[in-house]
């Protein structure tokens, strides 16, 4: 591993920023390049390494960014924004296995940050529904309803945007009287049972069907 100097690295951080500029500014390709110039010259640095990753994303080069993270994560088996990148990357495949493991595992570090890891895929943690295209996330879904009319439902930490799912007699959920509809489609039993506690999966189990309406709304103030 070469060493750098202070100097040397003031430049590289420098020059990173510069490129993270670009990708905010809609430059991805040229910030791919830079920062691939940058990796050259600090291939053990396990932050310009999360930055491809995050630059490869943009570009829709999605086999590439997952090996940018994953190289991220063996320079930096500590760093959450690498799972939790990782954990993005495989949800927008439709990957969730893969993506519940990295967000468990981001989400461990993050609470616990100095114990080693535990092992995550013995633990049942409920993994979130991410729309991250929305920046939304929905954790601790409730029941509603019975057993002819039952939908599950989560709302954001800020209470400002609902999910509901239709998992018997709802049909296609309807535009909800009390929000704005933003969204509506399908959902797999499996994406919808990597969310439930044990007792709500159990219920979840049921009931026929490998997908369920959802409905995404903004909540009025």
Same mark, same amino acid.
Request: some cysteine.
């Given at each position: 591993?070469?060493?750098?100097?202070?100097?040397?690295?003031?430049?590289? #951080? /420098?020059?990173? =920023?510069? %490129?993270?500029?670009?990708?905010?500014? @809609?430059?991805?390709?040229?910030?791919?390049?830079?920062?691939?110039?940058? *990796?050259?010259?600090?291939?053990?640095? %396990?932050?310009?390494?999360?930055?491809? $990753?995050?630059?490869?994303?943009?570009?829709?080069? &999605?086999?590439?960014?997952?090996?940018?993270?994953?190289?991220?994560? &063996?320079? #930096?088996? @500590?760093?959450?924004?690498?799972?939790?990148?990782?954990? =993005?990357?495989?949800?927008?495949?439709?990957?969730?296995?893969? *993506? %519940?493991?990295? !967000?468990?595992?981001?989400?461990?570090?993050?609470?616990?940050?100095?114990? $080693?890891?535990?092992?995550?895929?013995?633990?049942?943690?409920?993994?979130?529904?991410?729309?991250?295209? !929305?920046?939304?996330?929905?954790?601790?879904? /409730?029941?509603?309803?019975?057993?002819?009319?039952?939908?599950?439902?989560?709302?954001?930490? #800020?209470?400002?945007?609902?999910?509901?799912?239709?998992?018997?007699?709802? $049909? &296609?959920?309807?535009?909800? @009287?009390?929000?704005?509809?933003? /969204?509506?489609?399908?959902?797999?039993?499996?994406?919808?049972?990597?969310?439930? #506690?044990?007792? %709500?999966?159990?219920?979840?189990?049921?009931?026929? $069907?490998?997908?369920?309406?959802?409905?995404?709304? =903004?909540?009025? *103030?």
């Amino acid at each position: 591993m070469a060493i750098q100097s202070r100097a040397g690295s003031a430049i590289i #951080d /420098e020059q990173r =920023r510069e %490129a993270m500029s670009m990708l905010a500014s @809609g430059l991805a390709r040229e910030a791919v390049l830079k920062l691939a110039d940058l *990796a050259d010259k600090e291939p053990f640095n %396990a932050t310009l390494c999360l930055d491809m $990753g995050k630059a490869l994303l943009v570009l829709g080069m &999605e086999e590439q960014a997952i090996v940018a993270a994953r190289h991220a994560i &063996e320079l #930096d088996s @500590g760093s959450v924004e690498a799972f939790a990148l990782l954990a =993005r990357i495989h949800e927008g495949r439709g990957q969730y296995q893969e *993506a %519940a493991v990295a !967000l468990r595992r981001a989400l461990d570090i993050r609470m616990n940050p100095l114990p $080693g890891p535990a092992d995550l895929l013995k633990t049942n943690v409920p993994f979130p529904v991410i729309f991250p295209e !929305l920046g939304l996330i929905f954790l601790d879904f /409730e029941l509603d309803g019975d057993c002819e009319n039952l939908t599950l439902f989560s709302d954001t930490a #800020d209470e400002k945007h609902r999910l509901r799912l239709s998992i018997k007699g709802m $049909g &296609e959920l309807p535009a909800p @009287g009390d929000g704005e509809l933003v /969204e509506r489609g399908a959902m797999s039993r499996v994406r919808i049972a990597q969310a439930l #506690d044990e007792k %709500a999966a159990a219920i979840l189990a049921i009931f026929p $069907g490998e997908q369920f309406p959802y409905a995404l709304c =903004r909540r009025n *103030a």
